[in-house]
Nanobody
Framework: QVQLVESGGGLVQAGGSLKLSCVAS????????MGWFRQAPGKDREYVAS????????YYADSVNGRFTISRDNAKNTVYLQMDDLKLEDTAVYHC?????????????WGRGAQVTVSS
């Protein structure tokens, strides 16, 4: 059974930083691309960032490019999202997701999410 468990969320002031982690189990981690998505209250889920299987390619939504950094440690089955210069509009539940093996975009497995709240 595949499990993705996020941690590291919390309350932070605007301009501050947080680092999210997502530990995966029940899958061959290095076979999956990993992504971070977020959902704010009353809004649809939106893409944030993704990283390919060996970590050599990363992609970001325009809204977070230059402020957020995605990385992974395949030895620890963990993907990270470093979030800097946080803004009020970054407030959301952040979910990590894993693709089916060898897919770059087919996100099949999802974590339950971590709340990030940015205050003024």
């Amino acid at each position: 059974q595949v499990q993705l468990v996020e941690s590291g969320g919390g309350l932070v002031q605007a301009g501050g930083s947080l680092k999210l982690s997502c530990v995966a189990s029940g899958l061959t981690f290095s076979d999956s691309a990993m992504g971070w998505f977020r959902q704010a209250p009353g809004k649809d889920r939106e893409y944030v960032a993704s990283i390919m299987r060996n970590g050599d390619e990363t992609y970001y939504a325009d809204s977070v490019n230059g402020r957020f950094t995605i990385s992974r440690d395949n030895a620890k089955n963990t993907v990270y999202l470093q979030m800097d210069d946080l803004k009020l509009e970054d407030t959301a539940v952040y979910h990590c997701a894993a693709t089916t093996p060898y897919s770059d975009y087919d996100y099949t497995y999802w974590g339950r999410g971590a709340q990030v709240t940015v205050s003024s």
